[in-house]
């Protein structure tokens, strides 16, 4: 039987490589491996969006090949990897505003093992708020013949998505009373301490009002946020409803106008993101997402979006509402979002 650990050293910057091996000795044939889940160490529930955001790190390591020293990935993308150097699944770092993480790793692999039937990759989350941030990732091992059908399965799967994602975006229409919404009346309100005193036009039924809630995001090449430098924030409100969570973010940033680019932003959306109207400085899109059961396609997310560039400022309009059949009002903000968009004049 062979048994590798790997393990950080204390200084966390360089790893130490053993591998053992039983008295009747051991090949160093391929291995197959599948993830199956992962968990904290202490077996305690995740929370909030912590789940959501591990599985995005963890989305290169799904198969594994295991090839002596190294890693073989083969699915969404392939690359190899020297496991002795393996520091992090995904080497994200943290912001320099987030001073007391800045330039850490948000995940940090602290020990490999590989026992028989059992893969085992431990790890340190720094995403979440929990005093203890380990968790462990589990592997189901597999013959060459099982990882070569669920590779070609899921290559299969991925592209029947991508290909109904495409004709769903190109069949879809806006919902012609979104459009008839366009009509309604505008109010003009100063911004306070806005760098340049700036005046919004917006429709009547918005308020706008300074937003104290933690907020972060990425504008092509600005960051955006309550950490972010040269930053004010802003929450518009629908008066009509009262839904706090559906607020519509204005987002002012001091930056060079170079610094945000629309095809460059868009560029590096996810496939199931698909823009369905836009114009020079605006958009509006759909979050889709895939039913296998019924190989159906429907919104997840409306969000709607603007860009205006004025007296050195970024101003970013956004709004990202959730299409759900369980929360009163959601279409209904997604629809007065993508009116107030259009209406939207500084």
Not at 7 to 16: A, E, Y
Not at 130 to 143: A, I, P, W
Not at 221 to 247: P, Q, R, V, W
Request: glycine share 4%.
């Amino acid at each position: 039987m062979q048994k590798l650990i790997l393990s950080k050293n204390l200084t966390g910057l360089v790893f130490i490589l053993s591998v053992l091996f039983s008295t009747a000795g051991c090949s160093q044939e391929k291995t197959y491996w599948k993830a199956t889940t992962f968990n904290k160490k202490n077996k305690e529930p995740m929370h909030g969006a912590t789940p959501d955001y591990i599985s995005d790190l963890l989305t290169d390591f799904q198969y594994v090949i295991k090839d002596g020293n190294s890693f073989h990935l083969d699915f969404p993308t392939k690359r190899d990897i020297q496991i002795d150097t393996l520091q992090s699944f995904s080497y994200r770092r943290f912001d320099a505003e987030e001073e007391s993480d800045a330039g850490k790793l948000i995940d940090t692999i602290t020990d490999i093992s590989i026992s028989g039937a059992s893969l085992q990759i431990n790890f340190n989350f720094l995403g979440t708020l929990s005093d203890d941030n380990r968790f462990v990732l589990h592997y189901q091992k597999l013959t060459a013949a099982e990882y070569k059908k669920e590779i070609e399965d899921e290559s299969a799967y991925l592209k029947t998505k991508t290909e109904a994602f495409e004709v769903y975006a190109k069949n879809y229409k806006i919902d012609p009373d979104w459009k008839t919404a366009q009509n309604a009346s505008t109010v003009s309100y100063n911004l306070p301490d806005s760098y340049g005193k700036l005046v919004a036009t917006l429709p009547k039924n918005f308020e706008i009002a300074e937003d104290g809630s933690f907020y972060k995001d990425t504008f092509d090449k600005l960051k955006a946020g309550t950490l972010a430098k040269n930053n004010k924030l802003f929450k518009i409100e629908l008066t009509s409803l009262s839904e706090s969570f559906y607020d519509a973010k204005l987002v002012l940033i001091k930056a060079p106008e170079s610094d945000f680019d629309m095809k460059r932003y868009l560029a590096g959306k996810p496939f199931n993101f698909k823009v369905v109207e836009q114009d020079a400085n605006s958009f509006h899109a759909v979050m889709l997402s895939y039913k296998k059961k019924d190989q159906s396609v429907r919104v997840r997310n409306y969000i709607s979006f603007k860009h205006i560039y004025k007296n050195g400022i970024h101003v970013f309009y956004i709004a990202d509402d959730e299409n759900d059949i369980k929360v009163k009002n959601s279409k209904e903000f997604a629809k007065q979002h993508y009116m107030l968009m259009k209406k939207l004049v500084l």
